[in-house]
């Protein structure tokens, strides 16, 4: 009856509009929802003392965290974890960066760890995240503020850089395993499901809808044009979720005078173990930038 109102390929058109309209949002919010982990250790089972932390972000959330407190120490870097993890899984590398005698913050991202949910979680959400930690610590503890430095994994580093565009109290990135287009990342995702390519445009044009970003804009690829503090790319050669040619093309982009990559033999993406054995390059890097972890060091070397 209907298709005698309505001819049949008009027909068809419009029921695959609705089902890709359905589909689509459905798949984005459940496919790309991040994992929680639960936190279920804390800085005290690798002795180090710590004051637990609770500091609003955006749309009234809660973040749970911890500031490793360093003696005297100016300088405090801030470190975000990757997607599906928590500030816990950081804490290999934040334990070297405190026995240098740096401050160290961690915290854990809406939807991720011990902090509030939200409604999605998207490399944006996780600088605006970044950005309340900073403006949490400036705000709390102002001493400890007067050098910062931002070391985020994955999509953590990812929104380290975009973050460092738009937040001048950060003076000094360390990237670790950032991808270098979040559209690139997406196609990459949806491969595996054997879309149509009308389908993974879609897709892609919804993401951005939904985040309020186009993945341009928000892309370290190009980010990296527009940080005007230092920044070391650190990337594993045996990456396969984000690979390594992600971290040259971003390096590639960017001014060598600010940028250099550190390339980690034998890690994979989530290698944190193997990274931390290079916890001494990470250190010079941030001696390199910073007089105040220059004095800290020395001191601290001085005293041990």
């Not at 309505?6 to 984005?28: F, Q, R, S």
């Not at 490793?68 to 816990?88: C, F, K, M, R, Y």
């Not at 550190?262 to 994979?268: K, P, R, T």
């Amino acid at each position: 009856m209907l298709s005698a109102i309505i001819p049949p390929a008009l027909l068809t058109l419009a029921l695959l509009a609705v089902l890709v309209a359905i589909l689509i949002p459905l798949g984005v919010h459940l496919g790309f929802r991040a994992p929680r982990l639960p936190t279920k250790a804390s800085p005290a089972d690798l002795g180090l003392a710590f004051e637990s932390l609770d500091f609003s972000t955006l749309r009234g959330r809660s973040l749970k965290g911890w500031l490793l407190p360093a003696a005297d120490a100016t300088q405090t870097v801030i470190i975000l974890h990757g997607w599906g993890s928590n500030a816990e899984q950081m804490l290999p590398l934040a334990q070297p960066l405190h026995r240098a005698g740096l401050n160290v913050l961690l915290f854990d991202a809406r939807n991720h760890g011990a902090s509030d949910g939200d409604s999605f979680s998207s490399l944006p959400r996780f600088a605006e995240d970044l950005g309340a930690a900073i403006a949490w610590l400036q705000r709390q503890h102002p001493s400890r503020s007067m050098q910062i430095a931002v070391l985020g994994h994955s999509v953590g580093a990812g929104a380290a850089l975009f973050e460092a565009t738009r937040n001048s109290q950060i003076n000094a990135v360390i990237s670790i395993g950032a991808f270098a287009d979040p559209a690139q990342l997406t196609e990459r995702y949806l491969a595996r499901l054997h879309l149509p390519r009308f389908i993974v445009e879609l897709t892609k044009r919804y993401v951005e809808w939904v985040i309020g970003h186009r993945f341009a804009t928000i892309a370290p690829v190009n980010s990296i044009r527009h940080i005007p503090c230092p920044v070391l790319l650190v990337h594993g050669d045996q990456d396969r979720t984000v690979p390594i040619e992600d971290a040259e093309r971003i390096a590639a982009a960017a001014d060598p005078a600010q940028v250099r990559l550190l390339v980690i033999a034998g890690a994979g993406h989530d290698s944190v173990d193997k990274i931390e054995t290079h916890a001494d390059e990470l250190l010079a890097f941030l001696e390199s930038v910073s007089p105040a972890t220059k004095s800290t060091l020395r001191s601290e070397d001085a005293t041990s």
